[in-house]
């Protein structure tokens, strides 16, 4: 069958400070569905201005026998970016598109899709979706299609045991445009944290030889700096202590970055990440106090903040912090506590969001629906006709806390707010790492 993959991007190359973001998914789909017979084939819209948009969708899809969208990103989880935080819209027009040029089956997909999966899929009037880890699901879905119900959503486990080809996305352009390679080396989250969509998500491991070929593969297509885009490196420490093993004994001359949880983290693990070549680090640390980060149930209290920025330097590796302004409890008072504990474990960067994006699947978000919080004043966005929270909601307990939020990334550089005063919110871009790399 031909099937054609569409990577869905609002934002294309303009933004300043964002890179664009290969459609990773998109190329591991690619290697089971040419596993099982199938061609394949990639528009990416990434690099298409919009106004041509109409006509690559048409010449993309005219023939083809099936066709499948990623929906990465809901909208940008961002309060201060109003104009950018619902992309439905968007996503329903390219599904039009396609429905004028072809008469084949649509199926969705991608992180973004997953939230609201049902919803999503009748909103913009796709026939299929495939909810989490697609591969398998992709597949099946082709053998079956004629006897699957339209308007059905799959589910399906990651495929952890096959080598990645990466031979569908055009990497040259990504690099020429700032953009960075990137690998998954598991799908899922064990974690528990009140406002994240990962949150207690199945957790599959992908074998680490196969990690290891396909960075050789990345390297072997211009790679010198690979994002590791999991939710966590350390949400299973074990697996994250192997793979670093292997990069180490490979010995690719990659550099590396990832997010990491606050914990688990052991001073041997943090010398294993920089023997391996992970360079800046975004840690998750949430908050500086630790009401805020009891609420939102992240088993990790200000002292383990410290004791894992103090193993990072010990072992020599420089880190950035991601924190959220504005959570239950967060005021003007808290933020200023935070700060003083970022200047004593000294990040390179410090990335905050101001705002909680409520979403029904999260802790957090049911817990509102449930009426466990007061949100009189303290709910912005989509107030209105809006009881699953599809439309973009925030919650932010004082606007006080942004305020002084703001007051702090105006006086110091190393502090950056999303959506104000230019920063795109990527610490590694914040903080040279990828720069670095190609320097070196």
């Excluded at 799959?154 to 990137?182: C, K, M, Q, V, W």
């Excluded at 010198?224 to 939710?231: E, Q």
């Excluded at 959570?327 to 960067?349: C, F, H, Q, W």
Aim: hydrophobic letters at 40%.
């Amino acid at each position: 069958m031909d099937v054609g993959l569409i990577n869905f991007n609002k934002r294309g190359v303009s933004e300043p400070g964002v890179p664009p973001v290969p459609p990773i998914g998109l190329e591991y789909l690619a290697d089971d569905l040419r596993a099982a017979g199938h061609e394949v084939s990639l528009l990416d819209l990434c690099f298409v201005p919009r106004e041509d948009r109409p006509d690559a969708i048409a010449d993309f899809a005219h023939h083809k026998e099936f066709v499948g969208v990623t929906f990465r990103n809901m909208g940008t989880d961002c309060l201060l970016l109003e104009g950018e935080q619902f992309y439905v819209p968007e996503l329903e027009t390219v599904v039009r598109e396609i429905r004028a040029a072809s008469k084949a089956p649509i199926v969705l997909g991608g992180q973004g899709y997953s939230i609201f999966p049902q919803k999503t899929l009748e909103y913009v009037g796709a026939d299929y979706g495939i909810s989490g880890p697609g591969e398998l699901a992709l597949v099946k879905l082709l053998d079956s299609y004629h006897s699957t119900a339209r308007g059905s959503v799959l589910h399906g486990p990651a495929n952890t045991e096959i080598t990645r080809a990466r031979s569908l996305i055009d990497y040259n352009r990504y690099f020429e445009n700032g953009g960075s390679a990137a690998i998954q080396t598991r799908n899922g989250c064990p974690f528990p944290c009140g406002f994240c969509i990962e949150s207690k998500k199945t957790l599959y491991r992908r074998n680490v030889d196969r990690i290891i070929e396909e960075l050789r593969t990345l390297k072997s297509l211009g790679a010198t700096f690979v994002f590791f885009a999991d939710p966590e490196f350390n949400n299973h420490l074990r697996q994250a202590e192997l793979v670093c093993d292997a990069l180490i004994e490979a010995d690719l001359g990659l550099t590396w970055s990832c997010y990491l949880n606050t914990i688990p983290m052991t001073q041997s693990f943090a010398h294993k990440l920089k023997a391996a070549g992970c360079v800046q680090p975004c840690v998750s640390m949430v908050s500086g106090c630790n009401d805020v980060l009891k609420a939102f149930d992240t088993h990790f209290s200000t002292e383990d903040i410290r004791r894992t920025a103090e193993m990072l330097h010990n072992a020599g590796v420089e880190f950035t912090v991601d924190i959220l302004v504005g959570g239950p409890g967060d005021t003007a008072a808290t933020v200023a506590g935070t700060y003083k504990l970022m200047e004593e474990i000294r990040p390179s960067v410090v990335g905050a969001n101001l705002g909680i994006r409520l979403f029904p699947t999260t802790p957090f978000g049911k817990a509102i629906l449930n009426g466990k919080y007061d949100t009189v004043g303290r709910l912005y966005g989509a107030t209105h006709d809006n009881p699953d929270f599809y439309k973009p909601i925030f919650y932010v307990s004082e606007w006080a806390a942004g305020e002084a939020f703001m007051e702090i990334a105006q006086s110091d550089r190393r502090y950056n707010l999303f959506g104000f005063d230019g920063f795109g919110g990527v610490n590694y871009k914040a903080a040279g790492a990828d720069q670095a790399s190609e320097a070196a």
